[in-house]
C-alpha cells in the first residue's frame, strides 16, 4: 500500500497501542490468579500494569466483558494442535501441551475460580461453554478428522465423543487430582486414548 496514500487511524478516535494492550493482559491474569474474580477490580488491573483506568475503559466497558475477552483470546489460542502426521502423535502433542498449560502457576489458580464464578456470572459461564469450548472443540477436533482421512480412525468414529475422551482423563489427572508429571505418564494416556477411540 502505498503510504502517501493512507490516511493513518481515524481522528478523534483512541488509538490503543499494543504495548499497553499486553501490559495490562500480563496485569489482569496476575491480578485475577492474586484475588480471584470476585475481588478483580479495573483499578487494581490499572495500578498492576502501571497505567490509567481509563486505558482500560477504552478497550472494555467492564471487568466482566475485560475477563471474558483476554481469557477467550488466551484459551482458544492455547488449542493449536500440530499435525505430527500420526494419531499417536498429535494425540501426545495435545496433551503435553495441555498438560503444560494446566500445571502453569497462574492457570492452576484461575481456571478453578473461573469455573465457581460461572454458576453466579452468565457471561463468564457463557464465555467458558460457548466461545472458549466450542472454539477449542473445533481445532482439536482436527486431530481426529485427519486420523479419519488417513484412515487410522473408522468412518464413522464418533468425534464428539472423542473429543470428551482426550480432555477428561487428562483434566482430571492433572488439575482436580494434581497427579504428578512422572515419566511415560501422558504416553500411556495416549495409548488408552487412542484405544478408545478406535474401540
Known amino acids: 500500500m502505498d503510504r502517501s496514500t493512507d490516511p493513518g487511524p481515524p481522528r478523534g478516535g483512541p488509538v490503543l497501542q499494543d504495548s499497553v494492550t499486553a501490559a495490562i493482559t500480563s496485569a489482569f491474569f496476575e491480578e485475577l490468579a492474586a484475588v480471584g474474580y470476585g475481588r478483580l477490580s479495573m483499578e487494581a488491573v490499572a495500578r498492576r500494569a502501571g497505567s490509567g483506568k481509563a486505558a482500560l475503559y477504552r478497550r472494555w466497558p467492564s471487568k466482566e466483558a475485560m475477563t471474558v475477552d483476554l481469557v477467550v483470546q488466551v484459551s482458544v489460542r492455547a488449542a493449536d494442535t500440530p499435525d505430527t502426521g500420526t494419531l499417536r502423535g498429535d494425540v501426545l502433542a495435545f496433551l503435553t501441551a495441555t498438560d ?82 512422572g515419566p511415560g505418564r501422558l504416553e500411556r494416556l495416549t495409548d488408552m486414548i487412542i484405544a478408545a477411540l478406535g474401540a
Open 100 to 181: 503444560q498449560a494446566l500445571r502453569h502457576p497462574l492457570v492452576s489458580r484461575i481456571l478453578p475460580d473461573l469455573l465457581a464464578s460461572a454458576a453466579y456470572h452468565p457471561a463468564i459461564a457463557a464465555a467458558l461453554g460457548e466461545e472458549i469450548g466450542t472454539a477449542r472443540r473445533r481445532k482439536v477436533g482436527a486431530i481426529l478428522r485427519r486420523a479419519v482421512e488417513r484412515g487410522e480412525l473408522p468412518e464413522d468414529a464418533d468425534v464428539d465423543l472423542g473429543l470428551d475422551f482426550m480432555a477428561g482423563p487428562l483434566y482430571w489427572g492433572t488439575a482436580i487430582r494434581r497427579a504428578p508429571a
